[in-house]
């Protein structure tokens, strides 16, 4: 089944404390993105990446970071939490350029984050 | 900076109605617009895509419109069941940065029996 694949779904953890949310997609989509979803903000993009080894900032990358060694991963890192990085999380991935057109979106399933 | 906007935030509407969701944006130099589903607590389920270059898009009971020049967008919901009960999503990609998503806020509906 096609599918990009976020763990953990759920997450509490201290303030400070490192963190990485894994994405994993399966449909050889060199594109992949990160999303923070929250309240009367809607969905912003933080980071993406274009293939292996390319990433660039979204909207609102401040306290993440990213990084792509494989095609298929996506990993996001919170080197130090706060709690206004408590948010839901979305991986995304589609096809990139020509083959975008046309191309639909797959999001994972998301990751509550809590951070206390 | 593209912005979007999803009016209404929330809407109820009884089984068996057709309901149309509206979402405009500011940049009308768009790649493509699509709308996606969100039931709570999962993710975002890719519903209709429509190319800059189109007007519309149909499945099922579902139909979405899309007028670049007036940067306006509908998606048209026919004979509605509470299954449809979800938040819908407007999102453009703008020309330039193609697959980069700038979402609405949503349209929270809920279709009663």
């Known amino acids: 089944e096609a599918q990009v694949t976020q763990n953990p779904r759920y997450l509490i953890t201290v303030t400070g404390k490192k963190l990485t949310v894994t994405c994993s997609q399966n449909?050889?989509?060199?594109?992949m993105s990160w999303y923070r979803q929250d309240p009367g903000l809607g969905l912003r993009q933080i980071y993406y990446?274009?293939?292996?080894?390319?990433?660039d900032k979204g909207d609102v990358p401040e306290g993440y970071k990213v990084s792509r060694k494989e095609k298929r991963n996506f990993p996001l890192i919170l080197e130090s939490p706060s709690p206004n990085q408590t948010s839901l999380y979305f991986c995304?991935?589609?096809?990139?350029?020509?083959?975008?057109?046309?191309?639909?979106?797959?999001f994972g399933s998301g990751t509550r984050l809590t951070v206390v | 900076k593209q912005e979007v906007t999803q009016i209404p935030a929330a809407l109820s509407v009884p089984e068996g109605e057709n309901l149309v969701l509206n979402c405009s944006f500011t940049?009308?130099?768009?790649?493509?617009l699509q709308w996606f589903r969100q039931d709570p607590g999962k993710g975002l389920t890719s519903l209709l895509l429509?190319?800059?270059?189109?007007r519309e898009q149909t499945s099922g009971r579902l139909n979405a419109s899309l007028d670049k020049s007036s940067g306006r967008s509908t998606l048209y919901i026919a004979a509605s069941q509470p299954g449809d009960s979800a938040t819908y999503l407007c999102?453009?990609?703008?020309?330039?940065?193609?697959?980069?998503?700038?979402f609405g806020t949503g349209t929270r509906l809920q279709v009663t029996l």
């Open positions: 995304a991935s589609s096809f990139w350029g020509a083959r975008a057109s046309g191309s639909f979106y797959t």
């Open positions: 449909m050889n989509h060199e594109y």
């Open positions: 990446s274009m293939n292996v080894e390319v990433t």
């Open positions: 940049d009308s130099a768009i790649y493509n």
């Open positions: 429509i190319q800059s270059s189109q």
């Open positions: 999102a453009v990609s703008d020309t330039g940065t193609a697959s980069k998503l700038t």
